[in-house]
Every structure is written in C-alpha cells, then in structure tokens.
C-alpha cells in the first residue's frame, strides 16, 4: 500500500542523546516535510525539501537537521535532545511544494525527551 | 503578519449539520486546506479551496471568501465517526502551510 512510513513509532530519549527520526515514502513525491505538533498549537514545520537534494528551515528549525539523499527518505536528526523537543513528530509529502497538492502524512512519532 | 484562528472546541448532534469557521489573515494568498484529524493518528486531507465559492464533496463542503480572509467547512448528517478535529491551513506567497491550532469537534448521540 502506497504512503508514508515512519519510525519509530514512539521514544523515550534521555537528554542530550541523539537520535534520528525515519521516513520513507513510496509515492515517487517530490517535496517533504517534517512538522511537529504541539498541544493547542498548529503544526509547525521544522524542515522541508522540495526536491531531492535541496532542503529547507521552516518556522522551528533550531536543534534539528535534515537531509534528502534520494526521492525517497527525509530523516530528521536531533544532535542533542532537550525536554522542550518532547512532541509528536509528522513528516508529510507532497507532489509538489506549490499549488494545491495535498500533503500526505505518516503515522507520527511520538517523541518524550527526559 | 500572518495569523489563522478557527474556535477550540465545538460539540453538534448525530444526523444534524456543523459549520466550523476559520479566518485568516496573510499578504499572500496560495489557496486554503482543510484536514480531518481523529485523536492519535495522522491528518487527513479533506479539501482546497483557492477560488471564491463552495466545493461539496458529499457530505463535506469548503467555502472561501478571499476578500473576506474567510472559510468554513460545512459537515452535514453528522455521523459519529465525524468526531474528531479539523485543522485549515493556508498556503501563503512563499508555499507554505500556516495551520490553524484545529477545531475538536465532538458529537454526541
């Protein structure tokens, strides 16, 4: 079934620890996106990439990282993870990055930093 | 600046229709989205709108106003499986989403 995969589906992560969030999607899309949401909050995009090779910073890019290799994968890295990172975690893809293209979403990482 | 609100929380009967409300404000305008989330999954996209009027899809309907930097997303014959929040998002001159924080929508019998 064509979608988004993401991994894992929830962490527990000590402070300071790095870790790395995975997405694949095999619907040949060209942009993606990680957002995080936040309780009363709109999701808020950290990082984007409108095609592979090329990436972006979003509203909350501080203390994230990003890379986009192939079509396929956008994993997003934490290099030193703070309480203030505990959210759940949506990448999303897109066919492209303007106009009306929907985005698809993953099933979300629910990440608790400690 | 750019903002978008749409209300908290609203609660509506099963078999009765619900119109929840989003206003915006922005320079730059590349069409509205709106997207069903029901609790601990992932959105799921429900319409776009980048011209006046009202685009029906069965039972869901979107209206823009761009004059008006206003939409509603129109429920009809509520079901209970129609619980769940909705979140519209506009496209900004840039291509990106500004999400509004969703409208937890709770139906009751």
């Known amino acids: 079934i064509a979608g988004i995969t993401q991994a894992p589906t929830s962490q527990i992560l000590a402070a300071g620890r790095r870790m790395t969030l995975r997405c694949t999607q095999d619907?040949?899309?060209?942009?993606m996106y990680w957002y995080r949401q936040d309780l009363g909050l709109g999701l808020r995009l950290i990082h984007y990439?409108?095609?592979?090779?090329?990436?972006g910073k979003g509203e909350v890019p501080d203390g994230y990282s990003v890379s986009r290799a192939n079509t396929d994968d956008f994993p997003l890295t934490l290099a030193s993870a703070v309480p203030s990172q505990t959210s759940v975690y949506f990448c999303?893809?897109?066919?492209?990055?303007?106009?009306?293209?929907?985005?698809?979403f993953g099933n979300g990482t629910r990440l608790t930093v400690t | 600046g750019q903002n978008i609100d749409q209300p908290t929380e609203m609660t509506a009967t099963e078999g009765a229709i619900v119109q929840i409300n989003c206003t915006y404000q922005?320079?730059?305008?590349?069409?509205l989205f709106w997207y069903q989330q029901h609790a601990g999954e992932a959105p799921t996209f429900l319409s776009y709108?980048?011209l006046d009027g009202l685009e029906e899809k069965g039972r869901f309907s979107s209206f823009l106003s761009r004059s008006k930097g206003y939409s509603y997303l129109l429920l009809k014959e509520l079901q209970m499986k129609d619980s769940a929040s909705y979140l519209c998002?506009?496209?900004?001159?840039?291509?990106?989403?500004?999400w509004g924080a969703g409208t937890k929508l709770i139906i009751k019998p």
């Open positions: 619907m040949r899309h060209n942009a």
């Open positions: 922005t320079s730059g305008f590349n069409g």
């Open positions: 990439s409108n095609t592979a090779g090329t990436t």
């Open positions: 998002a506009f496209m900004d001159s840039n291509y990106q989403l500004i």
């Open positions: 709108n980048v």
């Open positions: 999303a893809s897109s066919e492209s990055h303007s106009g009306g293209s929907p985005l698809h």
